[in-house]
């Protein structure tokens, strides 16, 4: 038997039971739909695959986000460290989500299915495919170590290089805001590049750890390193 549609709100008040998948609220809508899901996803795929998200501007969801993790554990830990981050002037109110049927079946279909359908369709590698694999994984490994280590002479300003088109100074500022002593931004679009200055040395190499090579899309990763000066 079909269980009676429930407003998300009242979901969250029956059950906040640990769920892959958060219920995120208190979003400003006078902000571009697509920029505030871009922002939203490069926050919270930090923590893990980020399956699908959920976002429409109906009177009914306008200012609200399902977020689907591909476990709990990732949706756990960006709810504990995500809750209360001010994103365009607004705190973040998270949330585990009622249950996924409810979502799922009444705002766009099950995503559980896709997610089932795409294990499922996974091929049993031969032993010599999955030898190349782990050599690929290792080369990059190395590759990645190898850039970290021509990031350039210590300071607190970072440069970050080969930015896509559609990135947006606010965009990029949500996300090295969320590092400490964060000042300010500068994006040149015609070259893409962006300048990012914080208080001090120590804070502008704690963000450069944490964003170097992170990916604001499954195919681009930020280059960070720091500024000449």
Do not use: W
Request: charged share 25%.
């Amino acid at each position: 038997m079909n269980q009676p549609y429930l407003h998300p709100a009242n979901q969250i008040i029956q059950d906040s039971a640990p769920k892959e998948t958060l219920y995120v609220t208190g979003l400003n809508d006078k902000i571009k739909l697509e920029d505030l899901k871009f922002v939203l996803y490069i926050l919270f795929s930090q923590f893990g695959e980020v399956l699908q998200m959920v976002m429409k501007k109906t009177q009914k969801l306008r200012g609200q986000a399902f977020i689907v993790f591909q476990n709990i554990t990732y949706a756990t830990n960006a709810k504990a460290a995500l809750s209360g981050m001010i994103v365009y002037d607004k705190p973040l109110i998270i949330e585990f989500a009622y249950k996924k049927s409810v979502i799922f079946d009444r705002i766009e279909g099950k995503f559980y299915y896709k997610q089932k359908q795409h294990k499922e369709l996974q091929p049993n590698l031969p032993n010599e495919l999955m030898k190349e694999k782990k050599q690929k994984k290792f080369e990059e490994k190395i590759q990645n170590n190898n850039s970290n280590l021509n990031q350039g002479e210590i300071n607190n300003v970072l440069l970050i290089e080969s930015l896509p088109p559609f990135v947006t100074e606010i965009m990029l500022s949500e996300l090295f805001r969320q590092y400490p002593g964060y000042s300010l931004i500068k994006l040149i679009p015609a070259r893409g590049l962006a300048f990012v200055e914080y208080q001090n040395d120590d804070q502008a190499t704690v963000a450069l750890k944490g964003l170097s090579n992170f990916k604001i899309t499954p195919e681009c990763q930020l280059k960070v390193k720091y500024a000449k000066k």
